[in-house]
């Protein structure tokens, strides 16, 4: 009774084992599954020697049962010849022999008797070993069965664990050159390119704006040589240029040559204010 309930205890925590829970705490699914069929063959394999003992014990049991059952009718037989041979030595006046065999037939019912009453006590435990036996091999059998869904399903959760492993590698390289994300490499090396690319543009502004400040200095330069120009015309007497006339420098020329005439323009006015002075 032992061994049954031994047995239909370590067949009922097998079925109801639950793969996906193991799974979960298992850091390598295929070593976890392989360890777990390991282990289920094993028990399959101890199952199978206890049954086969069982069955074997049930067989010894029958045996002996049977044993008993013709042990019982090899003497009830014998009981039946010394009763007769006891009736005709008694018909025959022989009553001494008659009663000698008489005496034998009692043994042998006494015999038969033992041998009936053996075959009775073990009928119960030949049908309650034969009902165990039945049950163990029902449960063997569906150890079997359960052993093939685990192959089955370690098959399939295996292609499963290296389908989700070779997509989490291909999102984690997708993420890895998201362009759009601004943590990844290709992200911050963008970032370091348009800082780049704004200090470049800095320098170009501010070299801009220095060569503004050279070209208007070349402007203000020309405007006083035209006042300059102006002025000379002026002393000259002559008619100050339009703007947008001549270049400065042909005015100053043009005021070189006249110097004699300038000298003596000079001279009259001076000579003019002091006629007006005196006649005041």
């Not at 090899?74 to 008694?90: M, N, P, T, V, Y």
């Not at 100050?240 to 110097?259: K, N």
Request: hydrophobic letters at 45%.
């Amino acid at each position: 009774m032992a061994t049954k309930q031994s047995i239909f205890g370590r067949i009922s925590t097998l079925v109801k084992a639950n793969i996906n829970a193991l799974l979960d705490n298992a850091e390598d699914p295929q070593k976890m599954l392989d360890q777990l069929v390991r282990d289920y063959t094993n028990s399959i394999a101890d199952a199978e020697s206890a049954i086969a003992e069982t069955i074997g014990n049930l067989r010894l049991l029958e045996r002996d049962h049977a044993e008993d059952v013709q042990a019982a009718a090899e003497w009830g037989g014998k009981a039946l010849a010394a009763s007769r041979k006891a009736d005709e030595l008694r018909t025959a006046g022989n009553t001494v022999d008659a009663d000698k065999f008489d005496n034998l037939a009692k043994i042998a019912l006494q015999r038969q008797i033992s041998a009936e009453n053996e075959a009775k006590a073990a009928e119960p435990t030949i049908a309650s070993q034969t009902e165990v036996v039945e049950k163990l091999k029902d449960g063997l059998n569906g150890m079997k069965v359960k052993l093939e869904q685990l192959k089955a399903k370690r098959s399939e959760l295996l292609a499963r664990a290296k389908t989700a492993e070779a997509q989490n590698k291909v999102a984690d390289a997708v993420k890895a050159i998201d362009v759009l994300d601004p943590t990844s490499d290709i992200g911050r090396f963008e970032e370091k390119v348009r800082r780049q690319e704004a200090l470049a543009q800095g320098k170009q502004e501010l070299a801009a704006s220095s060569l503004d400040a050279q070209f208007e200095s070349l402007d203000d330069i020309g405007q006083l040589t035209e006042v300059e120009a102006r002025l000379a015309a002026l002393k000259a007497g002559s008619t100050a240029p339009a703007v947008g006339a001549a270049a400065p420098q042909a005015a100053i020329s043009a005021a070189a040559d006249d110097d004699e005439e300038t000298a003596d323009a000079t001279a009259r006015l001076a000579a003019e204010l002091a006629a007006d002075d005196s006649s005041r």
